[in-house]
């Protein structure tokens, strides 16, 4: 017998922990992070009581969800649980053919509350991508994984721990960077137990954040987002340090070009990819900005 049903808080580090076992490299406290952002956000397939397949659909206001931890139990596969609960988990998000209009309409609101835009974005493996495509995925752009290590850059004296004072502007920037408001979630985010969130002020206004947090692996940076490339480095050279010359990786935009070179410039490499998909309106971010994406499982 199997059922689908929303996973407790011991059941989705469990999800981590499988995501780690795919090689994805989660954070050592992401779990806590995402969970403020949508307690409801992770489901899972079970078959005969054992959890069997994995997915979360994290909702933000202003109908935007974002899929990812799209796993199936290695012993498992083959049997079609994975696209079960994917087909579930959809049902819940977005209505197809001719409803879905009427909900990209805002006319009528979907169980999951996903109104106005009706938009379901994610990072897919590209060996998943055509998958992706018939479920009505369409591409925007790449994204690259860089990692290795790096040396610490010069210290900037614009370059400060987040305080109260900055969280106005750190918001501000993570919205537009983002695309949705996520209050819950940058609560949790900015203050990493393995980590360091640091904003570069300059005359008295935020102009760039990044977050740096310990991994399974190393550690990862994101997300980085700054208004011009300097400000980017001189954010990336002071969270680097926190690593300690440990590995560090870095999820990069493929079209942000500068954002490439910073990660090259500091000895970087790419070591994976993915595709950035939406299914729906795509929302228009400022990728010139985006030096670093958040995280794969969250946009």
């Known amino acids: 017998m199997t059922t689908i049903r929303i996973l407790d808080p011991a059941e989705v580090e469990t999800a981590v922990d499988w995501a780690a076992r795919e090689g994805w490299n989660p954070g050592l406290a992401d779990a806590s992070a995402f969970l403020a952002q949508d307690k409801t956000a992770f489901r899972g397939l079970f078959r005969d009581g054992a959890l069997a397949a994995v997915i979360s659909a994290t909702a933000y206001a202003g109908g935007f969800a974002f899929v990812g931890f ?3 139990r290695p012993d498992l596969r083959g049997q079609g649980l994975g696209f079960a609960l994917w087909q579930d988990t959809f049902a819940g998000l977005i209505p197809t053919a001719p409803v879905f209009d009427r909900y990209r309409e805002g006319i009528a609101q979907t169980p999951r509350g996903l109104v106005s835009t009706g938009t379901v974005g994610l990072d897919g493996v590209l060996a998943q991508q055509d998958n992706y495509a018939r479920s009505g995925f369409v591409l925007a752009h790449r994204n690259i994984r860089y990692g290795g290590t790096a040396p610490a850059g010069a210290s900037d004296p614009r370059v400060v721990d987040i305080a109260p004072a900055h969280l106005d502007g750190v918001a501000a920037l993570d919205a537009a960077c983002f695309g949705f408001a996520r209050p819950d979630f940058l609560n949790a985010w900015l203050a990493p137990p393995f980590g360091r969130a640091c904003a570069f002020v300059a005359e008295g206004a935020v102009k760039g954040y990044g977050v740096i947090r310990r991994c399974r692996e190393g550690h990862k940076i994101g997300p980085l987002f700054a208004d011009d490339a ?4 001189a954010l990336f050279g002071t969270l680097v340090a926190t690593a300690q ?6 999820d990069v935009p493929e079209p942000n070009a500068a954002a490439r070179a910073l990660a090259a410039g500091a ?8 595709a950035r998909m939406y299914r729906g309106p795509a929302p228009e971010l400022p990728l010139g900005r985006i030096f670093g994406i ?6």
């Open 70 to 72: 799209y796993i199936c």
């Open 245 to 250: 010359g440990g590995p560090v990786f870095l």
């Open 294 to 299: 958040t995280t794969f499982e969250l946009g």
């Open 230 to 233: 300097a400000a980017a480095a």
């Open 267 to 274: 000895g970087l490499a790419p070591v994976f990819e993915t």
